[in-house]
């Protein structure tokens, strides 16, 4: 059965490239809305915006962190991508807010499994939410574009190319990126995310992004990096050192590990890794010691 519905383009939905669209525009939340709720912290005076860019810029209550970007349909098919993520957040938020940067408990070995697929795409989705509505600093003076396959991967419609996509933290002199989700609560609950692009093309092209969530760091390409060349590991590039589609990632503490699976529909994936924490010195924890190792002040990429 054909439905003529499968052609509308709804001009104002980025995700029209090949129609398919409802013909309600609906709001898309720049960031999940579930997530905006975890870290809300059940606290209804609870504010947000966004601190650079196009935007939100004046503080705005979760519900209304969104624009017309998505319509209906295509808004609703990404839902699963958002339940990755939540699913993501919500074990390391516990798990950190249980250990407290050292003062509170580790507890037992523990893991999850999470689509790595639909992980992946909610990485891309925050992305396209912003390049979609000229956020970024370097689409205020001029076009800058993306690729036009990145709605087909958004909507599962091609496959990601080998050398495309999500990588994690590996190399941990890499300051670029982050790898520790295990702070203070007054850590944990600010800058939880972020997305600061890859420019290229005489600032003509954005190619991927940086996203952060949860105060981990996740590249995303759409292209090929270029991992086999040696200039791949230059200090200049900030996805160097990274594994590309992970199989895990875990965070150990004195051999007890929380580990997140990605599970992947094709069995072309990386290793995992397993970061080890530093141990914490409770006393001085309880007394209010910042715990060692590196805080959290993140460069800007340019
Ligand atoms: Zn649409």
Redesign the pocket.
């Known amino acids: 059965m054909t439905d003529v519905s499968d052609e509308?383009?709804?001009p104002k939905?980025?995700?029209?490239t090949r129609?398919?669209?409802?013909s309600t525009i609906s709001g898309e939340h720049y960031v999940s809305h579930g997530l905006i709720k975890l870290y809300q912290d059940n606290d209804p005076a609870h504010r947000v915006q966004h601190r650079t860019g196009k935007g939100v810029s004046h503080p705005v209550t979760p519900k209304n962190f969104k624009a017309n970007i998505?319509?209906?349909?295509?808004?609703t098919a990404l839902s699963p991508a958002d339940d990755a993520a939540l699913e993501f957040a919500t074990f390391l938020r516990r798990n950190a807010l249980q250990y407290d940067a050292g003062s509170g408990e580790w507890g037992a070995a523990e893991e999850i499994f999470i689509s790595g697929d639909d992980f992946q795409r909610w990485v891309l989705k925050l992305f396209l939410n912003h390049a979609a509505t000229n956020h970024f600093g370097v689409q205020q003076a001029k076009t800058v574009r993306y690729p036009t396959e990145a709605i087909d991967l958004l909507l599962d419609r091609a496959a990601w190319p080998s050398t495309w996509g999500l990588c994690i933290p590996a190399d941990l002199s890499n300051n670029d990126l982050w790898s520790d989700p295990f702070q203070r609560k007054e850590a944990v609950d600010v800058d939880w995310w972020g997305c600061a692009p890859f420019i290229f093309h005489d600032e003509t092209w954005l190619g991927g992004a940086i996203v952060d969530l949860s105060h981990v760091s996740f590249g995303l390409t759409l292209f090929n990096p270029g991992r086999h060349d040696p200039r791949f590991n230059n200090p200049g590039n900030p996805i160097r050192g990274t594994i590309q589609r992970p199989r895990y990632m875990g965070w150990e503490l004195e051999g007890i590990e929380k580990r997140i699976y990605f599970d992947w529909e094709e069995p072309r994936y990386g290793p995992g890794i397993t970061y080890t924490l530093m141990s914490q010195e409770r006393d001085w924890r309880s007394l209010g010691t910042l715990p060692p190792g590196r805080q959290f002040t993140k460069p800007q990429h340019p």
């Open positions: 509308f383009v709804h939905c980025y995700a029209n129609g398919g669209c409802s998505l319509c209906q349909k295509h808004n």
